[in-house]
């Protein structure tokens, strides 16, 4: 049974009475990343990243720094394939992250993708991931299509599938001339 941190029952609690979090009342963006690693196993991680994301457009200097961190925390700790659906979703929204976030991102996509004991959802979504940070930048697309090569036949269906259809946009879209 998951034991919930304060941070999740409040959040629980706001969107059970349909009022829209605010960062505010999670005392801010470096209280928020102080607890990134526990809330990035929650299975409320999306809800926080979004409340996190969202904020990051308004924020500047240490406060952009921070959301970004958590964000970037939050994806490297969670294992479940939902929140890596909606973690991909919307951290490409917020693409450039501050500081080294892309980078930490893409790391992430890649380790979560490799990792077979993971659900198949989770290392789909890595996928998907990696190929929309990879798309325009070449040393990315490169590391992405190593990956690629050493997909294996005993990988999970549901993965291989997503896999083939990622080869197949890259072979069409970045093929050296």
Do not use: N
């Not at 325009?136 to 083939?164: G, H, I, P, Y």
């Amino acid at each position: 049974m998951h034991v919930m941190h304060p941070f999740e029952q409040a959040l629980a609690d706001l969107l059970e009475a349909g009022e829209e979090p605010v960062l505010s009342q999670f005392g801010g963006p470096h209280k928020l990343l102080e607890v990134a690693s526990e809330l990035g196993s929650s299975p409320l991680v999306p809800e926080f990243l979004r409340l996190a994301l969202d904020a990051l457009r308004d924020a500047s200097g240490a406060e952009r720094d921070a959301l970004a961190d958590f964000a970037c925390t939050c994806i490297e700790v969670t294992k479940d394939g939902f929140a890596w659906s909606e973690a991909v979703e919307l951290l490409d929204r917020a693409r450039p992250l501050p500081k080294d976030g892309d980078e930490r991102c893409f790391a992430s996509f890649l380790t979560m993708a490799v990792d077979r004991s993971a659900e198949a959802v989770a290392r789909g979504a890595a996928l998907d991931g990696a190929m929309r940070w990879a798309a325009e930048d070449r040393k990315r697309q490169l590391k992405l299509l190593s990956l690629l090569l050493d997909v294996s036949v005993t990988d999970d269906c549901q993965f291989l599938v997503r896999a083939a259809k990622l080869m197949g946009v890259a072979y069409t879209h970045w093929r050296e001339s």
